[in-house]
């Protein structure tokens, strides 16, 4: 048993960055790779002191822990999300750490409403899983899955596997019937990943400091190594992000810092695909975008309109602003409401 606390070592290692030299005696203590045998010993060290110090209360943890699991419905499903043919939603079991995803056909073609429900019980059609992370973190100490995103078509299925907690997933692409794979996983990227149309798939990497800064476009079938750079974050300061509109008829990649952040777009049913700028790149704006019909929304603010204005652009001439409404000194409810609406809606277009 650990009777006194582990102390790491000293190692001086210089760090020299912009004409500055910082010292830091425990550089040698990050390990990316989760695998450097002195790293991990001395974590080992400090969970043993932790458990040992900790001994006498250890009956309190799980009665605690008991009774905060019990205070919850394992079996479950969440609210399902109607795609095309499909109701896609995920279940958690009693006993299991992981969700499975399911989907389940819907019996119409009708058109969604706000009364649309799926169908359970002995006459809807059979529930179908997609993935059992129960069954994909076997034998792993770690497992997450950073991104679940179906194609267009709803004939596949990509997912961000990560087996080591840094954060670098591997993404796969299954038939979501078979569950077999398809194509060749792709390695190091983030959990941003989207599909642009059925046969491409658009994601992002990361450089050595995971700054999101590379975003790349993916032909299924091919080697990742042919994959093209639709744009690369040289300024480290800003780090890139991915989402799809809410009409699915474009992708956002978005390139933010602090207090500045750009937009291009992507037009899904184009053969040609790239990047176009949607808002440019000024210092001090912060700009976010949604997209319905000819138009694309574009919500700004800056220390001069730091109550944001909503602008709109026809799709096919970005140029052509016209403010919807504008900034004001004291934003009215109403404005609040909409423009907090939007935000909402912007976060979950992911």
Not at 127 to 148: C, P, Q, T
Not at 210 to 237: A, F, T
Request: with cysteine; aromatic share 10%.
């Amino acid at each position: 048993m650990a009777s006194t606390p582990p102390v790491a070592r000293k190692v001086l290692h210089e760090l020299a960055e912009h004409g500055d030299v910082r010292l830091d005696s425990y550089y040698w203590l990050r390990d990316d790779s989760r695998s450097d045998p002195a790293v991990l010993a001395h974590l080992r060290a400090e969970n043993d002191y932790t458990a040992a110090l900790m001994s006498d209360v250890k009956h309190i943890e799980d009665e605690i822990f008991a009774e905060i699991r019990g205070r919850i419905k394992e079996d479950d499903t969440d609210v399902p999300l109607r795609r095309g043919q499909y109701y896609y939603y995920e279940r958690t079991l009693t006993g299991k750490e992981y969700v499975q995803h399911c989907r389940r056909l819907v019996p119409t073609d009708g058109h969604i409403t706000v009364f649309d429900a799926m169908p359970v019980g002995l006459d809807a059609p059979d529930e179908h899983i997609v993935l059992d992370e129960n069954v994909k973190a076997e034998g792993h100490d770690y497992y997450s899955i950073g991104a679940f995103k179906v194609s267009p078509s709803g004939r596949l299925v990509a997912y961000g596997e990560d087996t080591n907690g840094d954060e670098a997933y591997t993404l796969y692409v299954i038939d979501a019937e078979s569950g077999e794979y398809v194509g060749q996983p792709l390695k190091g990227v983030t959990s941003d990943i989207e599909w642009a149309g059925d046969d491409y798939l658009v994601y992002i990497t990361m450089d050595s400091l995971h700054r999101p800064d590379k975003v790349c476009l993916h032909k299924l079938g091919s080697d990742q190594s042919n994959d093209m750079c639709l744009y690369h974050e040289k300024d480290d300061i800003f780090s890139l992000g991915l989402q799809a509109s809410e009409s699915k008829q474009y992708l956002f990649v978005r390139s933010e810092s602090k207090s500045t952040s750009f937009i291009f777009h992507l037009d899904i049913s184009k053969q040609k695909k790239q990047l176009e700028v949607l808002t440019p790149r000024l210092y001090g704006i912060d700009t976010a975008a949604s997209h319905r019909g000819n138009h694309f929304y574009i919500k700004r603010r800056s220390e001069d309109f730091y109550n944001s204005e909503l602008v709109a652009c026809p799709s096919n001439n970005v140029a052509e602003a016209t403010v919807l409404l504008p900034h004001r000194e004291r934003t009215s409810s109403s404005l609040r409401i909409i423009l907090l609406s939007m935000s909402v809606r912007m976060v979950y277009q992911k």
